[in-house]
């Protein structure tokens, strides 16, 4: 008899699972259940959905129920599973669109739920035209709310990747923007003098920036018509609430799989729980951060993506290995390219290291080319041993594939001065004869 597995969550994680799982054995029986109505979506696209680049839902869907069947896998959506009995091997299931409970038998089981947008205990915060960005659905909505309401103006709570990306995908519908954030610097994950740089673009598009502005309330009859924030109240006709994502680790607890340090489910480097023939991936899931060597929770696609994969790896019989993460992100905010990898100062000062760091701006391509522009590189490393912690760029071309190089420094733990060593392209139209990143590298080898 096939052995049996079920997949619980059918995104970046749940999908690339299942699809090397059928890879890897094609007898074995798989199903997936999926709680929205749409599997293998990406969902790093809604905001540029929202602002109209791109002009159908359908257009960010990978792969559909439909065509995973041809390739023998069961994907149910609009069905979510209520409850793992790892004893007896069992998940309880509603269909979300009859109601109908049952239950289903599994031999391996990988926990993909995702993460949840966080919604901190806020008055009025279940009002109309108030919304997160998690699924499609969620994006549609947002979509539908532009086109009928026709809001004019906006607030964003929170100004990390989604709120600014979402900043510019609102005032790009003429919504006149507002955003609000509790802390004293745009992208928390940033230094401070980096995101500086950010907060000026931001105000260069007329974006009204509101820092140090706790959220107190949402006020309306019905429908959203003010936030106030840091004792200040200011008008909306649509919010987005964007304070960060949760481990969605409800069942997970509820099934006895343990959680690690950062609440997301303790995982080690073959993606198993600490349940036999339970794995867990992608956003649900903790991931090794390779600079301290320690679990970290930093939820993106690309980890998901690669985590899965490893998860149906090993559920199929195989033996895969997850390497870790450095916390490598890019974002674009509005004519800026904004990237980091590894530690921020702040980061590396609260894990002991003794922490050095140098900034330099140069140019994005040799200086007399037309369309050349600054590139601002920060590199923060180990004061004596030159190991390099971590980096963050920001500029209007040319960032998001230099700061994979500095990625690719970091997995292999090089120093400063390996960096310095790198034969990197050149060509004017590209880089400068001394790429921005050597430059960098050479003042802090200073």
Known sequence: MSERLIVIGGVAAGMSAAAKARRMNKDMDIVVYEKSGYVSYGSCGFPYFIKGEIPRIEDLIVRTPEQFAKQGIEAHVHHEVLFIDTVV????????????????????????????????????????????????????????????????????????????????????????????????????????????????????????????????????????????????????????????????????????IALGPTGAVAVDDHQRTNVPNVWAAGDVAEALHLVTGKPAYIPLGTTANKQGRVAGTNAAGGDAVFAGIVGTAVAKVFDLQVARTGLSERQARDEGFDVASVRITASSRAHYMPGHRPIHVKLIFERGSHRLLGAQMVGEEGVSKRIDVLAAALHAGWTTYDVAKLDLSYAPPFAPVWDPILIAANVANK
């Open 89 to 256: 091997k069992s998940v309880r299931v509603r269909n979300l669109e009859t109601g109908e409970e049952f239950t289903d038998q599994w031999d391996k089981l990988i926990l993909t739920t995702g993460g949840v947008a966080a919604k901190p205990p806020i008055p009025g915060l279940d009002l109309d035209g108030i919304f997160t960005l998690r699924t499609p659905e969620d994006a549609l909505a947002v979509r539908s709310w532009l086109e009928e309401v026709k809001p004019q103006r906006g607030v964003i709570v929170g100004a990390g990747y989604i709120g600014l990306e979402m900043a510019e995908a609102l005032a790009a519908h003429g919504i006149q923007v507002t955003v609000v954030e509790m802390l004293p610097q745009v992208m928390p994950n940033m230094d401070p003098d980096m995101a500086q740089l950010v907060q000026e673009e931001l105000e260069r598009q007329g974006v009204d920036l509101q820092l140090e502005h706790p959220v107190e309330a949402f006020e309306g009859q019905g429908r959203v018509a003010h936030v106030v924030a840091g004792g200040t109240t200011f008008p909306a006709d649509i919010v987005i609430f964007s304070v960060g994502v949760k481990p969605n680790v409800k069942l997970a607890q509820e099934a006895g």
